[in-house]
């Protein structure tokens, strides 16, 4: 092949890629767009479109209640989008949210595509609120723009850490952790808490995030005979594991975060759920203000509630405040109002510290008892 | 020493689902060599079927009990399973059987990836569990905790694997098989109708991964349309270990593999002195997989494959 | 179009300067025409480019099939990492990162080639994919004992690159004018590929690219010409790492973020789909691919637009489509065009020549016919 030929043919290629661009829609003035991202395809995407409804259910519900901004009435329209929880993709994504001209977003899901995306809100000087995102580096790169809703691994872990020991009265515990960035951070600090409240830790074991069959460290588990098993996770493999713990005969607890605290849990896990505690951060729903009605809102027009739709709702909700606040849509007027967020959402009572993080949330615990999660309490 | 036990009923019932899959895996690739992606997807779609007549079937008769319910279900998913490869093999493979190999296995992913999104579409994001419809009788034998279950698992891929090996050795059907894998065009001349002899190892094959995809998901009590993908490259892993195109050496791979899991999660950490836990499960296995592949190229019981002159 | 086309080819010169000056307009008429995001998808297109170029140099050049391509990748994107980030503290300028990123990936491409060089066809796809997996599993759990790698979290704040004291990393205020980083890296990224376009046609043309086709069609009989088939193997494999270790480090260095979820098994899948649907062996058809397997799935992202525009409302959710729409094409593209979009002549030859010359020529191409 000689370069000349090459380069005809590589021109001819770029001809037919760069004419086959075709000219931007532009929107109306009114209109406010808000980006949404997570997962939608993959292994994830039950728990992704969880958070999409979750933010488009606050999104319907001020439209029909009618949002005047500036003196003009405005509309939100929420752009949904697909990160495939990967990294690269989640860039991508950013920038086509920001290319769009949204003045904030929530998301991402996952951590590992939270962190890079949130390079690019940075730059483009938009707020980012994040309803799940809890790994400790997001809001530790020192960026304003970055925010969550929920608590993060390091205040999670800390609670369940404790309560495992000095409430559950564990002594010898075993631990697994499904090598996520979520995950391995909550198994980590659970694992520090632990160890600092008197607790021994006989057992660290791990699996992946599409493994079903835990028999083999759960065998090698029931060898150290813990009273506890804390699991550092997502239901799809919680589940699973609480049926082959029972099984197995391991008699112990089965402790995990807020990815087993959801319906879909129950449902893998079956009659083997009961007696299963698991965290969730931020006060009962039920007993939340507007708490019962949300889910009664949700439910009605999407199913059950997987597990952050309440966070992405509340996110949202953050983000309309501080609108209202600045009586703007302006990016840069919303972040300066962000950190004076006082609101009191269906996933608890939500103020920022100065990274980003949820100051003091609170963290609750919840057994399962006859077939359905009972509030145990709620820890600071 | 029944913690040693257990690791092996573990292993050895997670082997044999490994081996039901890797079956239909070395089949395949025994008459055409071709790596059939989509073969753990069919998995998959049986699984699904199946819970989705046990779903219909549980709310129109209440009181069946359960066995039949279940039984039921993998009867509908294997005449589906069965239509799925068919038609698979006609419309994406059968047209490339004489293009470069790389091509079918370009196919082979695209099928892949349609069938995970249809089934997204049909049967939703969502993990769905399987009904508690089976007895969970439990056995102990020295120390070890045995489920019905997983008996069942074991024995029925003991049984599909000698049909099948008495199928292809004894059956008029099998030497076609045989023939067609030695040679297409020998065996066209001899009056073999290749093409059917082809569907015919499509079918059965899917029919065994419809099998294998009820079992896995009454095993795990769960299905989802993403199952199929690591199951698949496990189980395919486990037919070239065990020799590929071979089915007893499917068996052995499958039965291996999951063995070697098992072995190795429960018991890396103390072997290494801490150094290398259970997250290092699958290098355990792969490093077994390469081992033997560098000293055995053909796999365990695979033939020796000459150089070709 | 065609008429353009032909008097082009007959003046190269002006030809290669219509292409200059394209090639440099081309994100300023991507990002004007239809969004800064896709002067990001610029940019991956490129990085794909540059690994679908090294992948090609093992697979179509020599013929050697591997399914665990992206770990070379990611070793580069490591090895930046350490190098130019808080994690250690060192922050040593890419042009001493790049060179040794691509070294480090080579070597070990060498070291992973070595054990397989006895095995052929899909025995190797597996230990290659085996290999791939281990080391994206020793990126996931290698924060202890010691934290080399930050395990799942991944590595943060990558230095961006940085010339002089003018940082990639910054968007540029210029004349009211705002070039964010994504453009720079695009020019960054285009003279890589530029490099590694020109390699791999020299390579195509020299004594070891005629040897590895040798090896390619027949290693027995390469072998009996006196050619050292197991040294030239491993310059596949150590070749086609180099370039994968060197599109990590950019990538590391990009993102300003990596972690092991970008390395996976289906990055490996679609950098080998890419050189297979654009005709392996044929670098104009490997870059094809790449642009077309990038693009794609992004176009596709337009569907919801697309409805929104034609019925005035989203009647089938995208992102249900999307991945759907991805298997579809890889399919019926196979269907249509086996040999890939643009093959190389020499396959092409082969595609023409009667059936029973052109199983012959399908069963050498991976050598496990028995």
Known sequence: MNFGKFA????????????????????????????SVAPLTG???????DNENGARLAVDEINAKGLELGGKKVKLELLGEDDQAEPKTATIVAQKLVDAGVVAVIGHLNSGTTIPASKIYHDAGIPQISPSATAVAYTAQGYNTAYRVMANDAQQGRALGQFAVTKMGAKKIAIIDDRTAYGQGLADEFEKAATAAGGEIVAHEFTNDHATDFNAILTSIKGKSPDLVFFGGMDPQGG????????????????????????????LAGADAEGVVASSPGLPIDSMPGGPEFRKKFEAKYGVIQVYAPYAYDAVNVLVAAMKRADSADPAKVLAELPKTDLQGVSGPIKFDAKGDTSGGAVTLYEVKNGAWQVLETVK | MDIFIQQLVNGLVLGSIYALVALGYTMVYGILELINFAHGEVTMIGAMVALTVIGVLMGAAPDLPGVVVVLAGILVAIPACMALAFAIEKIAYRPLRKAPRLAPLITAIGVSIILQNLAMLIWGRQYISFPALLPVARFHFLGASISLLQIVIVVLALVIMAGLWLLVEKSRLGRAMRAT????????LMGVNVDRVISATFIIGAAIAAIAGVMVSAYYGLAHYYMGFMLGLKAFSAAVLGGIGNIAG??????????????????????????????YQDVFAFFVLIGVLVFRPSGLLGERVANRA | MKRVLDSLRRRPRLAFALLTVLLAALPFIMGFGLGNSWVRVLDFVLLYVLLAIGLNIVVGYAGLLDLGYIA???????????????HFGLHLPFWVVLPIGAAFAGLFGVLLGAPTLRLRGDYLAIVTLGFGEIIRIFMNNLNAPFNLTNGPQGMNLIDPVRIATFSFGKPLHFHGLTLPPTYFYYYLFLAFTLLAIFIALRLQDSRIGRAWAAIREDEVAAAAMGINTRNLKLL???????????????????????????????ESILVLCMIVLGGMGNIPGVILGAILLTM??????????LQRATLGHVVVDPSDLRMLLFGVALVSMMLFRPAGLLPSRQRKREFAAENGVAEQEQASLYDAKA
């Not at chain 1, 594991?241 to 402790?255: F, I, P």
Request: net charge neutral; aromatic share 10%.
């Open chain 1, 8 to 35: 005809v043919s590589a021109l001819s290629l770029a001809l037919a890629f760069s004419l086959s661009g075709c000219g931007k829609t532009e929107d109306a003035g009114n209109v406010i767009k808000i980006g």
């Open chain 1, 43 to 49: 292994p994830q995407t039950h728990i992704g479109k």
């Open chain 1, 240 to 267: 699973p594991m609480a049926r082959q713990l029972k099984r197995l005969g391991l008699n112990a607890k089965l402790l995990g975060g807020d990815g087993l605290q959801n319906a879909n849990f129950m449902k």
């Open chain 2, 181 to 188: 894998a030695q040679s297409r065009e020998v065996a066209q």
């Open chain 2, 250 to 279: 499917a068996m052995l791979g499958g039965l291996l593999l999951g063995v070697i899991e098992a072995l190795g999660a429960g018991y890396i950490g103390d072997i290494t002195g801490g150094f290398l836990g259970s997250h």
């Open chain 3, 72 to 86: 070379f990748y990611a070793l580069g994107a490591y090895l930046y990492a350490w190098l130019a980030s808080p």
């Open chain 3, 236 to 266: 596949a494999f150590a070749m086609g790492a180099t370039f994968g270790g060197l599109a990590g480090g950019l990538f590391a260095a990009f993102q300003g973020f990596i972690s092991p979820e970008s390395f996976t098994l289906w």
């Open chain 3, 296 to 305: 794609i799935p992004e176009a596709l992202r337009y569907i919801g637009d």
